[in-house]
Structures are given as structure tokens and as C-alpha cells.
């Protein structure tokens, strides 16, 4: 009688030691972070279990330079689009990084600010401008919009061709419909 539940038990315990190992070495994060640099090279990689995987120059030298995985695939798509400008990446670290080439995961991005040092009383005047501008450039970006809205077929075949080659501005594209 004991031998049928050693059968059944220590092929449930093995499972479960995989799996447990599995998620340890390549799900869960054991750091996270943020670099800030120039988007060097970003690039889809695997043919059967692909990744996007790219470099980030944090300055000058070899040491500066980071390399990095993105699971997701429009979030590798938006940075591919971005590829040659600053940028800072949020991510996290695994113990292992198979199947990508290195164990940093990026998980969000954000394109990195032209002003990098504002003195403490200037924070809120330079929010303001920040809100300003992006106001303005979200206003003359849907009012070109506006403009092409009278022709739906011109109007759709821009947001297709926006949608295949830049998926950062075709996301404003919904941005205008709010």
C-alpha cells in the first residue's frame, strides 16, 4: 500500500521543486531600478522565443554602457521607435536571464527630460512650463488631426502608417479622442 502513494508522491514533489526553481531563477526579481542614457541599440531577437534586447549608453567607456531584455513586445516596439535619444528605463533584475540575454528586464520607459537640474525654487514654475508645453504640442497634434478627420480615408490611412512605424505617436492618437 505504500509503494502506490510513493508512485503518486514523488513525482508531485519533483514537479513541484521544478517549478518552484523555475519561478526563483527566472520570475522573480530580486532588484529593480532605473538606468537614464542614450538608447544605443535596440534589436528582436529568437526565432521561436523571441525578445527585444538593447544597450543603453549611461556616458562614456565601456563600464557605462548597460544591456538590457524586454519581454514585452509593444513596449520593445515604442522603445525601437525611440532608438538614438535619451531615455530612462524602469526594471527589474532576475537571478537568470534565459530565455533573454541578460537578467535586466526592462518593465517601463519614459524619454528623459532636456532639463536635468532645476534648483529647488524653480520646481514649480518649470512643472507649469512642462504642462504648458506638452498642452501645446497635444493641441497642435490633434488639431492636425482635426484637420485630416473630414477625409476618413486620408484619416485612416495615417493612422495605420502611424501605427506600423511609430506606436509612441499613434498612442496620441487616442489621446486626442479623449
Known sequence: MKSWKWKILFPVIIITILVGTKYVLWDFPVSSGKRVGNLTKISKKGKFISTWEGTIDEGSGDKLTSYFSVRNNDLGEELYNYEGK????????????????????????KPKDVAASISVGEVDDSRNQNEALSLLSRT????????????????????????????????????CNE
Open 86 to 109: 535619451q531615455v530612462i528605463l524602469y526594471y527589474d533584475q532576475y537571478l537568470m536571464g534565459w530565455p533573454r540575454d541578460t537578467k535586466y528586464n526592462v518593465t517601463s520607459w
Open 140 to 175: 497642435l497634434f490633434c488639431s492636425l488631426l482635426g484637420t485630416l478627420f473630414e477625409n476618413q480615408e486620408l484619416y485612416q490611412q495615417v493612422k495605420s502608417h502611424v501605427k506600423e512605424k511609430n506606436l509612441f505617436l499613434y498612442r496620441q492618437f487616442s489621446a
